[in-house]
């Protein structure tokens, strides 16, 4: 998988969001900002990117987010409960029709056993109630690569949204 894939991938998301007037929230975790910045990479994003979060603590999960504490606590920061939360307080956060969250451990460090490096998990939500998610296990492939990845499986997870229409 190649930066090229990543681009191509949001350059159709791009398109479909732009066409069918709706806006984006990300809330990222491990990925830092990069799916915003595929998007913002391209002309006229301003169009489709509402705004994004980024949110590497828990703390800024809990603040920015309203991600639950228990939820945090119980679950820990990466986990599909996480992912969903982050997704749902984006959209409350904002006037963007659609939300998408990545939270994982893109290594080298910060794996265990239950939860190993290049574990991420996704959720795409609509504001009118439907929420996709998925977890990936990409494996100790680097910390860039794991994180263009869950680029590319962001885009792909709300493209998939978007067909459900």
């Known amino acids: 998988m190649s930066a090229d894939d990543v681009a191509r991938a949001t350059a159709a998301l791009f398109e479909r969001l732009r ?4 806006t984006l929230v990300t809330a990222e975790s491990c990925t830092g900002g990069l799916i915003a910045a595929a998007i913002t ?25 309203g991600v639950s504490p228990s939820i945090l606590r119980e679950k820990g920061a990466v986990s599909a409960d ?3 939360a982050m997704a749902q307080g984006a959209l409350d956060r904002s ?4 939300a998408v969250s990545v939270t ?7 794996g265990t056993d239950e939860k190993p490096v290049g574990l991420v998990y996704f959720a795409a939500a609509r504001r009118e109630g439907r ?17 263009r990845r869950s680029v590319l499986n962001a885009v792909t997870l709300l493209t998939k949204l978007l067909d459900m229409d």
């Not at 006037?95 to 659609?98: E, F, I």
């Not at 929420?131 to 994180?147: A, K, V, Y």
């Open 104 to 110: 994982g451990i893109a290594g080298p460090s910060g």
């Open 131 to 147: 929420i996709l998610q998925r977890e990936m296990r990409f494996g100790d492939l680097g910390r860039g690569e794991i994180r």
């Open 95 to 98: 006037r963007a029709d659609l």
């Open 82 to 84: 996480t992912a969903r």
């Open 19 to 22: 066409e069918d007037k709706l």
């Open 41 to 65: 990479a391209l002309p006229g994003s301003s169009q489709v990117l509402e705004r994004g979060y980024v949110t590497y603590s828990n703390a800024a999960k809990e603040t920015d987010l």
